[in-house]
């Protein structure tokens, strides 16, 4: 089992940054990638970043070249360091870790979800 916690959210002004954090615990050695994934109301939840073990990334196009991923595979922590905030970047973010099983398949775990709420 894999447990996560997210930190960071919070109100900020369009224009603005945020970090947000997500550390691991449990049996941390499995994981493999670890990502960011938000849902804003009345929307399905959709993919924000990525990032695997080996340090490869995946973004969504929206928030190409603002929102960076960033992973600490001695902390078992994924950040997700948001800029030039929109207000369509309203949402709630959770972290999201793949762990994989010795016979080769995949466990999905989610954290609580960190409020994320910009300002126009």
């Known amino acids: 089992q894999v447990q996560l916690v997210e930190s960071g959210g919070g109100l900020v002004q369009a224009g603005g940054s945020l970090r947000l954090s997500c550390a691991a615990s449990?049996?941390?050695?499995?994981?493999?990638?670890m990502g960011w994934y938000r849902q804003a109301p009345g929307k399905q939840r959709e993919l924000v970043a990525r990032?695997?073990?080996?340090?490869?990334?995946n973004y969504a196009d929206s928030i190409k070249g603002r929102f960076t991923v960033s992973r600490d595979n001695a902390k078992n922590t994924v950040y997700l360091e948001m800029n030039s905030l929109k207000s369509e970047d309203t949402a709630v973010y959770y972290c999201?870790?793949?762990?994989?099983?010795?016979?080769?398949?995949?466990?999905?775990?989610w954290g609580q979800g960190t409020q994320v709420t910009i300002s126009s």
């Open positions: 999201r870790a793949v762990a994989t099983r010795p016979n080769g398949s995949g466990d999905i775990f």
């Open positions: 449990g049996s941390t050695f499995s994981i493999n990638t």
């Open positions: 990032i695997t073990s080996a340090g490869s990334t």
